[in-house]
């Protein structure tokens, strides 16, 4: 069962005895929790008929019995386990699992992992419970998953303050969120987000940053690449060396993809490599402007820098040196 559906189905008020969402993408259960604690029920029935345990200090014993508590002056209970992955006699739950109360909405967290699916816990939860298992988004997934979220908070983001918020934020969904509502509550009447609004309520510089610095690499503009990098130099909270070159990797990597697919149409190329079509031409320079021993001899000089900024087969140098250096062999 899918996110939307658990939750269009809560808000219709139909809801089944036990929910467990499990799985390494935290927003969406954390989305369904926060639901179930403060949605669910109404106010005046939260405080007889809402119960919240903790994995680490939960004991199963107390927790079952409030799962076969019946409602006090309400229709149902709802009875909430967090962070379940770390409950000490998880497979305690199996005898409530087997015959759950119709009138208890059991909704737990288990969060990081997902149950052994040969486990005893694990198949009865297949056949008696709503199960949701997440996964982390691919990184490709980002931006067009980031661009529907603000548009579902009617409003619009251009694209490329959309690769810049991604690029600064990461594979972090909540943060991506938390990210976008500030921006919208600075926005005053505006429905459109900018570049500038990036720069200037999150806090990326527009001109110096690891996607201009991708696009200095794609042109081969050593002058530009320098001055971004001695921009990191002198703010070294905005672009860590170890932001950088995983960023770096995955350009060029997908730059690599395209030697594969001579002669497609640009629309096809973006959706094969995984990138917003908007900027497929930066790619498609990059690939011209250094040919695929270019582009191999630049990921192997990642490879290199990635090792000596960790301290492997180096001095000690500082991080934007380290990066002046590598951008530099691979231009000349």
Known sequence: MS???????????TFKPIYWLEGEEEYYINKLVDYAEHSILPESEAGFNLTVFYGKDADWAALLNACRRYPMFAER????LKEAQQM??????????????????FV??????????????????KEKAELLTTK?????????????????????????ALVLLVDHTGNDLSRIDNEIDKLLINLGTRKNITEDDIEQFVGISKEYNVFELQDALAKKDLGKALLIIQYFGSNPKAAPIQLVLPALYNFLSKVYMLFGLVGQDEKFLATSIGVNPFFIKDYILA??????????????????????????????????????????????
Do not use: C
Not at 3 to 11: R, S
Not at 108 to 125: F, H, P, T
Not at 136 to 160: A, H, R
């Open 3 to 13: 996110v939307d559906k658990i939750l269009n189905d809560w808000e219709k008020k």
């Open 77 to 80: 209970q709802v009875v909430i």
């Open 108 to 125: 737990v967290s288990y969060k990081e992992k997902k149950l052994d699916g040969r486990s005893k816990l694990a198949k009865l939860l």
């Open 287 to 332: 690939a011209k402007n250094y040919n695929s021993e270019g582009i191999e001899a630049a990921l192997l000089l990642l490879h290199e820098y990635n090792l000596k900024s960790i301290g492997i087969n180096s001095v000690a140098m500082e991080e934007s040196s380290l990066l002046k250096e590598m951008i530099f062999k691979m231009m000349i």
């Open 136 to 160: 982390k988004m691919y990184d490709n997934q980002l931006p067009e998953w980031t661009s529907e979220l603000v548009k579902s908070k009617g409003f619009t983001i251009s694209n490329k």
């Open 88 to 105: 000490r006699e998880l497979d305690r739950l199996e005898s409530y699992i087997q015959n759950p109360l119709s009138s208890t909405v």
